[in-house]
């Protein structure tokens, strides 16, 4: 059987926790922040757990995570 190649965008987005799950950071924390408020950015600071629909697929895509 050969290796499985690894998405590396996808591997710089994505780490792995210590039960398994799937650590992201948010999106829209880029640019036009000065009509966001100040509660929408601190809340976009904090990382997100990939959603359980999509976990399949990234773990498709990540194999040696």
């Known amino acids: 059987m050969p290796k ?13 926790t210590g039960t398994g799950k799937l650590k992201r950071s948010k999106a ?3 640019h036009i922040l000065t009509k966001k ?6 809340n ?8 359980a629909t999509n976990v399949k697929n990234m773990k498709k895509i ?3 995570m």
């Not at 499985?4 to 792995?16: C, G, L, P, Q, W």
């Not at 904090?46 to 959603?51: H, M, S």
């Open 37 to 42: 408020t100040t509660k929408t950015k601190r």
């Open 28 to 30: 829209y924390k880029r």
């Open 4 to 16: 499985i190649k690894t998405n590396r965008a996808a591997a710089k987005r994505f780490k792995v």
């Open 62 to 64: 990540l194999p040696y």
């Open 44 to 51: 976009l600071r904090k990382a997100a757990i990939v959603d």
